[in-house]
């Protein structure tokens, strides 16, 4: 009976061992899901963290390019307007030269044409003195004298209209502060404000007036 009792005791004992050793067992899984539940969880923790540095990172990189792209097109449009200015300055310098040298062209001879304007009076002056004057009452020398100053008068206007210098409207004519000169006003047959007489021709050169006309004004038929 003791035997027998023995040997209960011994197989109780390894039962207990063995549902110690499996209590043991199981607490080491328990503890190894633990760890592995932590890993995993420390993993993905770390995976999401690169995750969000990446999207930072893009994020921030995105934003970089953007601003390099917005300095490039606000970097375009400067020079573009710079361009732009800079032909424009170009073409109004263009166009202030061709009128500079259209008006140094036009003008260029004004003095020139103010000097040669006293052999004009002159030569008006000697025909005016012939005025009235029958020519065939003149002997032969006489008429060809006068047939040369009207001839050279002619000439004379020709080669001024040539270079611009023209002559501005005489008897007959309205009027025109801009280009003739009052002296007088007279009764004549007239227009009232029309130019009755011509003391001294005026003459322009281009649009501007070189010399006014001295003129007597109408004041009408008496």
């Known amino acids: 009976m003791a035997d027998e009792k023995d ?24 503890a190894a899901d633990d760890i592995l539940k932590s890993a995993e969880k420390a993993e993905k923790a770390a995976a999401k963290d690169m995750e969000a540095e990446d999207e930072e990172e893009v994020l921030n990189a995105e934003a970089v ?30 166009r202030r030269s061709e009128k500079e040298v259209a008006a140094a062209r036009v003008f260029g001879i004004e003095r020139f044409a103010n000097d040669i304007l006293s052999v004009h009076d002159n030569l008006s002056r000697a025909l005016q003195t012939l005025e009235g004057t029958d020519k065939s009452e003149l002997g032969e020398n006489a008429k060809n004298l006068v047939e040369g100053i009207e001839l050279t008068e002619k000439d004379l206007m020709a080669v001024l209209a040539r270079h611009g210098v023209t002559a501005v409207p005489g008897i007959g004519s309205k009027f025109d502060p801009n280009v003739h000169q009052a002296v007088a006003n007279i009764p004549s047959d007239e227009d009232k404000g029309n130019v009755a007489t011509v003391m001294q021709s005026g003459f322009k050169i281009g649009d501007r007036t070189l010399r006014a006309a001295m003129v007597a004004v109408s004041t009408g038929k008496a």
Do not use: F, G, P
Request: charge should be negative; hydrophobic fraction near 45%.
């Open 7 to 30: 040997e209960w005791d011994d197989l109780m004992k390894e039962i207990d061992n063995e549902k110690s050793a499996q209590k043991r067992r199981a607490a080491v899984n328990a």
């Open 65 to 94: 390019l953007t601003a390099r792209v917005e300095e490039l097109e606000l970097e375009l449009a400067t020079l573009k307007d710079q361009a732009l200015r800079a032909m424009a300055d170009a073409e109004n310098v263009k």
